[in-house]
């Protein structure tokens, strides 16, 4: 009687086990199924590197202001952003090396570094934030990413991601949620919350388009969640893909060059 009991015990225990490790593999499969859609997501915005011009346009209650730009970038770790438009913006150069962001006002001729602490300030008074433009964070490499749903967003099927930071990551959100076409892998909506979990704003893809040789939304707003009234747009108007650019093109020296 104890024998059997015994093997029954057994029984019980392995079956518990074998169903740990089964669910343990079915969450890890599917962490690693949403950290490549959201691979195949960034390549397909982004490629290897790209060369971009753009509006970006500030809507305030009271008003609006629209500034001309051009953005190079060499993936993951060099973006450079120079204002074209209007005049007494022109000049202006924000650039990312790495881990390491800075700012060039022509006007006054002054280099400035972007402290960690400051990557959440607005960017030149928009919604989009210092690391939101220079992706000082990568949202591949810093976060896991775990499908939590299936939603239609603008007629499309997207699969519904949640980001977390991983603990050794100095990211500046509490977690993020994107939704992601299953076709094409396009990122048309994101929401971003602080470490309280409260949602501080969401961003908005829409007019895909042909561009660079592959589909992309070219119309992005970035909403805030407790300002009412207030959104920022950027415009895409050209892009090339996968264009040699040299990483010395990055420099310091050249932020104060390029025109």
Not at 38 to 52: E, F, T, Y
Not at 108 to 130: A, C, V
Not at 189 to 214: F, V
């Amino acid at each position: 009687m104890k024998k059997k009991l015994f093997i029954k015990q057994g029984k019980s225990f392995f079956l518990l086990v074998m169903s740990f490790m089964l669910l343990n593999s079915a969450f890890l499969f599917a962490d690693q199924k949403g950290t490549e859609i959201v691979r195949k997501a960034n390549d397909q915005l982004r490629g290897k590197s790209s060369i971009i011009t753009a509006t970006l346009t500030v809507i305030k209650p009271n008003w609006t202001r629209s500034i001309s730009m051009k953005i190079w970038s060499l993936e993951p770790d060099y973006a450079l952003i120079l204002i074209t438009k209007p005049a007494r913006d022109k000049g202006t150069i924000t650039l990312k090396r790495k881990r390491e962001v800075w700012n060039w006002l022509p006007s006054i001729r002054r280099m400035i570094k972007i402290p960690p602490s400051m990557m959440l300030q607005p960017w030149m008074g928009s919604d989009f934030t210092n690391d939101d433009l220079v992706r000082e964070s990568s949202i591949v490499e810093d976060y896991t990413h775990t499908i939590i749903g299936e939603e239609k967003i603008g007629g499309y099927d997207c699969y519904k991601i949640r980001f977390d930071p991983k603990p050794e990551a100095g990211v500046v959100w509490g977690k993020i949620i994107a939704w992601i076409t299953k076709k094409n892998y396009l990122e048309l909506k994101a929401e971003y919350y602080d470490e309280d979990g409260q949602l501080i704003k969401s961003m908005l893809g829409s007019k895909i388009k042909k561009m660079g040789g592959r589909l992309i939304p070219s119309y992005w707003e970035m909403i805030p969640q407790n300002k009412k009234g207030h959104k920022t747009i950027i415009e895409y108007h050209s892009i090339k893909f996968n264009v040699k650019i040299d990483p010395s093109f990055f420099s310091q020296q050249n932020m104060k060059r390029i025109r």
